[in-house]
């Protein structure tokens, strides 16, 4: 008898345990997400008292901002996949800056409807999941740029070389999860929740 390979494929490996490990968690990430989202919904329309989210204005350029710093991250793993270190760093900082931008927006965002509009956490249902979702993606957002400095601080002492390629796009996942998220967040709170 013959015996048969277990893989067809012999040049089949294993994924990167760093790609593994960043998929599972943005699994995880995922399913709170999808139970904020849910709850959001969920209370659409039920606050009996207080603002509503039509004083809500829409996002755009913050919205723009993040998106975009999508396409800069990638063109920032491009750069480092072809040893184009200055062209990385440069790639790298301009995400930064736009995940920069989108948190100032929404801190923008955040002192108006408090201040102006009255409307915390506190207030009313609305309050409560509005601030919940898009405070739980402004943590991640936080988190990522957490992750993007560190990174940044170790390429400005020369320490990121091209054969962390892999590495960085690893982490880049991440980044382009919480872009993922906020297209979803953005649509529920800011489209369908108005």
Not at 24 to 53: C, D, H, K, W
Not at 85 to 92: D, I, Q
Request: glycine share 8%; net charge positive; charged share 15%.
């Amino acid at each position: 008898m013959s015996s048969i390979p277990i893989f067809a494929d012999e040049n089949w490996r294993l994924p990167s345990r760093g790609r593994v490990a960043m998929f599972s968690l943005i699994i995880g990430e995922s399913a709170i997400f999808t139970i904020f989202v849910v709850a959001y919904i969920y209370y659409i329309g039920r606050s009996t008292y207080g603002p509503t989210p039509q004083i809500l204005d829409v996002p755009w350029f913050n919205t723009v901002c993040l998106l975009s710093s999508s396409i800069s991250i990638l063109f920032a793993e491009r750069a480092i996949e072809r040893g184009r270190m200055r062209s990385f760093g440069a790639w790298w900082a301009l995400t930064m800056l736009l995940g920069i931008v989108f948190l100032a927006g929404t801190t923008v965002e955040w002192k108006r409807l408090i201040y102006t509009d009255g409307l915390s956490i506190r207030t009313n249902l609305f309050g409560t999941t509005f601030y919940s979702l898009v405070g739980l993606h402004a943590t991640h957002v936080v988190v990522g740029l957490l992750m993007l400095s560190l990174v940044m601080i170790f390429t400005l002492l020369g320490r990121v070389e091209q054969r962390h390629a892999e590495r960085i796009q690893v982490l880049s996942l991440y980044w382009h999860f919480v872009d993922a998220v906020w297209v979803v967040v953005f649509t529920v709170v800011y489209m369908v929740g108005r």
